[in-house]
């Protein structure tokens, strides 16, 4: 598309924002603002590198669980209980709840 004025370029400053700056004006507003980044991206990676010291450091002091012996479980209380038994024979009594055939 034709440029009403090609010694004056427009910039965008973030969040919609444009600024219609001369060439000198627009090349010093983007030195400052890739020196910022990267001022940015290296304590970014100073971080992660003190994040992943930190995560070797625990791996290192904390011992691997055991794949020898299992984890120790606790047995549910539901499976403690003993199941009601059976009458011997299933028409003896009518009371009890074991009874196949309750009267």
Same mark, same amino acid.
């Given at each position: 598309?034709?440029? *009403?004025?090609?010694?004056?370029?427009?910039?965008?400053?973030?969040?919609?924002?444009?600024?219609?700056?001369?060439?000198?004006?627009? @090349?010093?507003?983007?030195? %400052? %603002?890739?020196?910022?980044?990267?001022?940015?991206?290296?304590?970014?990676?100073?971080?992660?590198?003190?994040?992943?010291?930190?995560?070797? @450091?625990?791996?290192?002091?904390?011992?691997?669980?055991?794949?020898?012996? *299992?984890?120790?479980?606790?047995?549910? *209380?539901? @499976? @403690?209980?003993?199941?009601?038994?059976?009458?011997?024979?299933?028409?003896?009594?009518?009371?009890?709840?074991?009874?196949?055939?309750? *009267?």
């Amino acid at each position: 598309a034709p440029s *009403p004025d090609p010694r004056r370029v427009f910039v965008a400053l973030g969040f919609g924002f444009f600024a219609e700056l001369t060439l000198p004006e627009a @090349l010093r507003h983007l030195e %400052r %603002r890739s020196s910022l980044l990267q001022r940015l991206s290296d304590s970014l990676t100073r971080d992660g590198a003190k994040i992943r010291a930190h995560i070797r @450091l625990v791996l290192e002091v904390t011992p691997p669980p055991s794949l020898a012996t *299992p984890p120790l479980v606790a047995t549910p *209380p539901h @499976l @403690l209980a003993t199941p009601p038994s059976l009458c011997p024979s299933p028409r003896a009594c009518g009371s009890c709840r074991g009874c196949r055939n309750p *009267p």
